[in-house]
């Protein structure tokens, strides 16, 4: 079975400029999610996606946002990026049961550099 | 509201000694609980589950947790550690929530193994 998915594997960027992440789930899941862990600060919950609805989302501003398509695949979009949003991004999916214990499955995640 | 606090931030032991990680969560509800691995530029990968079923969780690479009701923990440990078991752990609970996703991640342990 495949595992969680994520592309690209690094991705520099400058300050202002927007960057896209992409994450596709392992297969039959249908909730996708996406962390921040940037270091020193431990993960941050960003996004939840659930059967292409945005279901929660963690304090972020507005510049991060995303979209689920019908395949569950999922990318993350970063807007005006500043220094700060250096982090390593990582997505994890869950079993579309809708009960607390289904544990979350990560990816190797994007790591992001901002000059 | 839940919680977890890993009460190390580092610990360090020698190739072949025990590994002993805390962790203590707090939760109104009864929790599910996990804890997962990463390693260097790697995503996490998990390493047992607790749903409420038998106390002693056994799981991947030899590692093992007990719940303690009682004392509110799900410390992680292993009989002899080996110099590949060196990387972050995370400790997280999970409670029943209309967001399925309400999962809270601790702080982490490094977990260094000297030769």
């Known amino acids: 079975e495949a595992g969680v998915t994520q592309s690209p594997t690094h991705l520099i960027k400058t300050r202002g400029q927007q960057a896209t992440l992409r994450c596709s789930p392992i297969?039959?899941?249908?909730?996708v999610y996406w962390y921040q862990q940037a270091l020193g600060l431990g993960l941050q919950f960003l996004l939840w996606?659930?059967?292409?609805?945005?279901?929660n989302r963690g304090n972020f501003p507005p510049r991060f946002s995303g979209r689920q398509f019908p395949n569950y695949s999922s990318e993350l979009n970063v807007n005006a990026l500043e220094l700060e949003d250096s982090a390593l991004y990582l997505c994890?999916?869950?079993?579309?049961?809708?009960?607390?214990?289904?544990?979350?499955?990560f990816g190797d995640g994007t790591r992001l550099s901002i000059l | 509201a839940q919680s977890v606090t890993q009460l190390d931030s580092h610990v360090s032991v020698s190739e072949g000694t025990p590994v002993l990680l805390r962790c203590n969560y707090s939760s109104s509800y009864s929790p599910s609980l996990f804890w997962y691995v990463q390693h260097p530029n790697k995503g996490l990968q998990l390493l047992l589950k607790?749903?409420?079923?038998?106390?002693l969780v056994k799981g991947i690479n030899g590692f093992e947790a007990e719940f303690k009701k009682s004392e509110t923990s799900f410390h992680l440990t292993k009989p002899s550690a080996h110099m590949s078991d060196a990387a972050e752990y995370f400790c997280v609970v999970s409670v029943p929530s209309y967001n399925n996703n309400d999962m809270r991640f601790g702080a982490g342990t490094r977990l260094t193994v000297k030769p």
């Open positions: 994890a999916s869950s079993s579309s049961d809708r009960v607390f214990n289904q544990p979350q499955h």
């Open positions: 607790y749903t409420s079923a038998a106390t």
């Open positions: 996606y659930d059967e292409g609805e945005e279901r």
């Open positions: 297969s039959g899941h249908t909730s």
